[in-house]
């Protein structure tokens, strides 16, 4: 027994009790194992090679004796490799002196290594059941794809109804065809354009735009980081960075890419952004890139922001995260889809005392909120710089030219020009826009009026929507008296009378067809509504020549609830009398289609 | 009132010269009729695999050093900059309970490395882009923490804008149609394009686009890169796959992951790689359910603007076909610039436009004026008006810039000034391969196909980009460097973006320096194997004799590889 355990003792440090043969330990055997470890001391310093192995473990002994040679001559090879004496102190000491500890370890790992390796390389790529040839070339001939696009002539009414724009000497009145020239209208007072301030057809504008092109071409011909960046451009930033109030601008080319572009620079994984329940699909798209956790607020209801700020707040102590994560609110100024407008002041407030960064996108409120046209912030009376974070703007909307821009603080500012994606990759801005632009902003430095002019339609336009009793019936005014777009829509009475739907019945069915991945995502009472707001803009425009407009949604890419809704606006070239007139146009025409 | 940066580029008056001398600086006058070449049309045959040339070993170990370099100096000046100086690092140090706008580690290589080098970057200009581009002087200071502006110019040699056919100019029909718009439309785009930013110019611009490239319909947009960050979401969802090249642009990219559809990778170029990724995901379908894709649409670029590569159209419509897959192609830099009539890559391919599902362009490059369209058969078309996000959110392209795509497009069919749109064409064709395959004999490395206007030439080690960008300015010439993460690590690039408003003598004057700052940088490296010698031996032709030479030889297929 004694020279059988000898063995293993020869290259290794004799085994606790436990571990040889099924005994319980005794103090001959504890003493027995002192004694083959001085054995076995001696033995690995003659470096003869075992004799024979223990017996106590039911294997064969030829088996157990040749892996004993085997584990002998890979320990005494390993131990002539300089500097391994050390790792094998130390994987004694660690497994205690236990070399069948250290044995079946070694094994799992060896396991580990040849599991890791044949498993297939990409989590959801596991190999199915190998298949033959025939098989995989019957299931290349069976796959039928769906069509690129699901063409639907439902909605090819919407194709028809769009307007055609033809040259005329002001943007006031135009002459417009529909329907390949099938209808022709001409000197329709156009109450559909965004361009609120009409500044843009100015003398001197246009006297701006000529010399641009004569001197600059009209393409910039290269993204700003590779020479497309001109001295127009980095003049318009300066300009409309002192003009708004901020550090420092950002142009983009379009103003829908902005906000899409922005949020997804600054944020990753973790971060996390708070967001109205009512934004506009731009922003919908960026809080989608931004790849942080997106929670909802009521719309414009600053107690359930706070609820959810307070909660947010708390859960973060709790999670004890490892840094800071980047906490933004998201709003807009004056809504894309309603026309209300963000509480600010509340927002400010909030965002001081929970410590988050403040969006706003103001694609439609800057140049008509504000008594010189300085947008939301003006509007009540606060500071730019330290009310809002991140500001996004268009040149395409109240200022009549083109191309979107970013406000904010200088660090910001030098950061989007290295990581958003549509100011990096993305051609800069003609020459001409820009520089019309830095025009527009210096003639309204010195003349509001028309800002204020735009306030005073405004108002009259919303009191008389807002006070008829008649169309109170059928319509209700979404809009705030400050916004130049009228935002109208069905009651809900009315919609439910006439289309049996609603709006939550809408955005479940629409939400359904997304779950389901539906290509085709057509709602039937949705459409039928559209259609009918559509008939209610193609009266007012046969039968008072007015152009209003259909507030054009893409239902399919909308995650948010929305309802179909008309929206009138004004410009600052109407006057009183002939807004007026409009809307009692307007009026005439939703009563004919309602009534 | 807000601190605004003090150091602005200044606004530079334009200068007081002649119009003839202002035609010649932005469209430099044909020396010899020598200097044209006729693209002939490629008649379907597939591009072979294409060759890369690799530096000696020693050339990516000095890379790998110097990136080394780089990083432990990086590291030990953020340790210093946040120990002692945390004012100058207001950026990633937390402030007032509000995380920093981004991490300390994510801007690492913006902050340190990229930082050293800004100076090459975004070098404001004035004026017209065309074949001279006027840098406005700048002096940097504090390691490229600020500029100031003296106020001074110059007017270097434009190989940096995407100028393919010259149209950059302002003189001439072009100019001369924007000019009149803005008297009849104003500037303004009103609105969305389905509420009433469609004006009778939007439609024929879009009739005139369609025929261009030859499908029944488009439909123009007035950004390239969001034509396609907001077009994919507007037919793919979840349960379709979209295979896409490596090397495609992030718009597309961006467009993609929008979307929300299934992305696999192919690697660049390779049809064999990506014919057994199309036969694997058809058979195994969607990851875990195995259900069928609903539609696989091929995503690949015409010509990529990073590698002067060519996607290899007749197998990519091969496969199309074999597989009933979609194809859409992003003919970014291709449209104008490629093919016999400069109809981009199906013009170049001769292959048939009906062949590819879905053609997108931008109108930024070769057209001299801004935004992208896309185009298609005329239902997918109408589809896409409904659906598209930005044709109902977003504004409309504005009238000036349609009147230059006008004005331009009829210009190259002959429309208009007969003559000059095939002497454009003809004139960029040899610009491009005078200079790639004089470089090549030179003993540069350059990557990309014979006619493509993009001509990348290696650099490798970081610390020779700001040196070649410098160098090169000094002499009067506009290059664009480029580094990682545009390119693979090791592979920084300098890309010269050939006009055809060079002539052949400002080719010659560039070739010269770039012969003497290539051998003061040691740049030579090309091994021949990818073109540029016919005896398999690595090319150092004198300069003298590759300007001799070259001309002729570049008109003949033998010397590429192609």
């Known amino acids: 027994m004694d020279r059988t355990r000898c063995a293993l003792a020869a290259f290794l440090p004799p085994l606790p009790p436990f571990f040889v043969g099924r005994k319980t330990p005794s103090i001959k055997n504890i003493r027995a194992t002192a004694k083959w470890h001085t054995k076995a001391v001696n033995r690995t310093m003659k470096n003869q090679p075992p004799e024979i192995l223990p017996t106590s473990i039911p294997v064969p002994t030829i088996l157990v004796q040749t892996s004993s040679y085997i584990w002998f001559y890979l320990y005494t090879c390993f131990k002539k490799l300089p500097g391994t004496q050390y790792i094998i102190s130390y994987v004694r000491k660690s497994h205690q002196d236990d070399p069948y500890r250290t044995m079946v370890e070694i094994v799992l790992i060896i396991y580990g290594i040849i599991y890791f390796l044949g498993k297939p390389s990409k989590k959801g790529q596991q190999r199915g059941p190998e298949l033959t040839s025939r098989e995989v070339e019957s299931l290349l001939e069976e796959w039928e794809p769906e069509p690129l696009v699901q063409t639907d002539d439902r909605n090819a009414w919407r194709l028809q109804k769009i307007p055609v724009v033809h040259a005329t000497p002001t943007d006031k009145y135009v002459d417009l065809t529909r329907n390949d020239d099938r209808e022709v209208y001409s000197k329709v007072l156009n109450c559909a354009s965004n361009n609120f301030l009409q500044i843009s ?83 919908q798209n960026a809080l989608q890139l931004s790849r942080s956790t997106v929670y909802y607020f009521k719309h414009n209801d600053m107690e359930s922001l706070e609820d959810l700020l307070r909660e ?36 400010v407030r909030l965002k001081e005392k929970y410590k988050y960064r403040l969006f706003v996108d103001e694609t439609f409120s800057l140049g008509v909120l504000g008594n010189t046209g300085r947008g939301i912030t003006e509007h009540f009376n606060l500071k730019r710089e330290t009310a809002v974070d991140i500001t996004v703007g268009s040149m395409a909307t109240a200022f009549g030219s083109s191309g979107g821009f970013a406000l904010g603080d200088h660090v910001m500012s030098h950061h989007q020009r290295i990581g958003s994606f549509a100011y990096c990759y993305s051609a800069s801005l003609p020459a001409y826009t820009v520089r019309s632009m830095s025009q527009m902003l210096g003639m309204l430095e010195q003349d509001s009026s028309a800002v204020i002019h735009l306030h005073e339609l405004s108002a009259s336009m919303h009191s008389f929507f807002k006070e008829d009793t008649e169309l109170a019936k059928y319509i209700e005014v979404t809009s705030c008296p400050a916004s130049c ?51 209610i803009v193609d009266t007012a425009l046969a039968d008072h020549n007015v152009l209003i407009t259909r507030n054009t949604i893409v239902l399919k890419h909308e995650t948010l609830p929305v309802t179909p809704s008309l929206k009138f606006s004004c410009n600052a070239l109407m006057t009183e009398q002939e807004l007026q007139d409009a809307c009692v146009a307007v009026k005439n025409a939703v009563l004919k289609c309602c009534a | 009132m807000a601190s605004v940066s003090n150091t602005k580029v200044p606004f530079i008056p334009p200068p007081e010269i002649s119009v003839e001398d202002k035609k010649d ?28 040339d690799a530096p000696p070993y020693y050339v990516s170990v000095i890379t790998y050093l110097n ?111 924007a000019l009149k718009v803005v008297d009849e439309y104003g500037i303004a785009s009103r609105g969305p394009r389905a509420q009433i930013g469609t004006t009778d110019l939007h439609v024929l611009a879009e009739r005139y686009i369609a025929n261009f490239v030859g499908k029944p319909d488009a439909m123009v947009f007035s950004m390239g890169y969001g034509t396609n960050a907001n077009f994919f979401n507007s037919f793919l969802d979840e349960k379709c796959l979209v295979i896409s090249d490596e090397l495609n642009h992030t718009s597309i990219r961006t467009g993609l992951r929008l979307s929300g559809a299934a992305v696999r990778i192919f690697k660049h170029n390779d049809m064999d790689a990506l014919e057994k990724l199309i036969r694997d995901q058809i058979v ?182 700001p040196a070649f960008s410098r160098m090169m300015l000094q002499r009067k010439i506009a290059v664009v460097v480029v580094a990682y993460p545009a390119t693979p690590l090791i592979e920084s690039r300098v890309r010269f973006c050939v006009s055809a ?51 002729t030889d570049c008109k003949d297929d033998k010397y590429f590889l192609i």
């Open chain 1, 201 to 283: 057809r100015d003398a001197r504008v246009l006297e701006e735009v000529k010399r641009t092109i004569k001197n600059y071409g009209v393409g910039s011909c290269g993204p700003a980081g590779f020479y497309g960046n001109q001295d127009v451009h980095s003049n318009l930033e300066y300009d409309l960075a002192r003009f708004f109030g901020t550090e420092s601008a950002v142009l983009y080319g379009q103003d829908f890419c902005v906000a899409a572009s922005v949020i997804p620079a600054f944020t990753k994984r973790g971060d996390v952004i708070v967001a109205d329940d009512r934004v506009s699909v731009s922003l």
């Open chain 1, 312 to 347: 947010l707040t708390e859960h973060e102590k709790e999670e004890n995260l490892p840094a800071l994560p980047r906490k933004f609110i998201v709003t807009e100024g004056l809504f894309h889809n309603l026309g209300d407008i963000a509480p600010l002041p509340d927002l």
């Open chain 1, 485 to 535: 777009i009228l935002h109208f829509r069905l009651t809900a009475d009315f919609r439910l009378h006439k289309f049996g739907s609603s709006e939550e019945q809408i955005f479940a069915e629409i939400s359904a067809l997304q779950s389901k991945n539906i290509s085709n995502k057509f709602i039937e009472a949705y459409e039928q509504e559209d259609k009918f707001l559509q008939s």
């Open chain 2, 25 to 52: 600086n932005e469209f430099g006058q044909l020396t010899s009729k020598e200097f044209l070449y006729e693209v002939r049309s490629r008649q379907k045959k597939p591009l072979r695999d294409p060759i890369l």
């Open chain 2, 67 to 177: 990136y080394l370099i780089l990083i432990i100096l990086g590291h030990i000046h953020d340790f210093l900059g946040l120990t002692f100086r945390k004012d100058r690092h207001p950026d990633i140090i937390e402030k007032d309970g509000l995380a920093p706008w981004y991490s300390k580690f994510e801007s690492f290589f913006v902050r340190r490395m990229k930082k050293r080098i800004d100076d090459c970057f975004s070098r404001p200009t004035t004026g017209v882009p065309g074949r001279f581009i006027t840098c406005i002087d700048r002096i940097s200071h504090d390691l490229n923490e600020y500029f100031t502006y003296p106020g001074t110019t110059t007017m270097c040699l434009n190989l940096s804008s995407y100028n393919y056919l010259g149209f950059a100019q302002s003189e001439g029909q072009c100019t001369d149609a």
């Open chain 2, 284 to 465: 195994q379908g969607q990851p875990k359910t195995h259900r069928p894709w609903k539609k696989i649409l091929i995503c690949v670029e015409g010509l990529f603007s990073m590698e002067g590569t060519m996607c290899n159209l007749p197998r990519l419509v091969e496969l199309k076909k074999k597989y009933k897959c979609y194809l859409f192609i992003d003919e970014a830099h291709s449209i104008g610039a490629m093919g016999p009539e400069g109809r981009g890559v199906c013009d170049y391919f001769g292959i048939d436009p009906s062949e590819v599902d879905i053609l997108m362009g931008t109108l930024t490059k070769s057209f001299g004026a801004a935004g992208g369209y896309v185009a298609a058969d005329k239902d997918i078309i109408e589809r896409l008006r409904i659906d598209l996000t930005t044709s109902n959110y977003g504004e409309s392209i504005p009238i000036p810039v349609l009147a230059q795509i006008v004005s331009s497009m009829r210009t190259i069919v002959g429309e208009l000034k007969p003559g000059e749109g095939k002497e454009r064409l003809q004139r960029i064709a040899f610009n491009s391969r005078y200079l790639r395959l004089a470089l090549q004999r030179l003993g540069f490395i350059v990557y990309g196909i014979a006619d493509s206007p993009v001509i990348p030439m290696l650099l490798y080690a970081p610390s020779k980009m």
């Open chain 2, 501 to 551: 408003s060079l002539t052949k003598e400002d080719i010659d004057y560039l070739l010269r320096h770039v012969n003497e700052v290539g051998e003061k940088l040691f740049l030579k490296v090309s091994t021949g194997r990818a073109g540029g010698s016919l005896d398999g031996r690595p090319p150092r032709w004198d300069i003298d004799e590759v300007i001799r030479r070259t001309p």
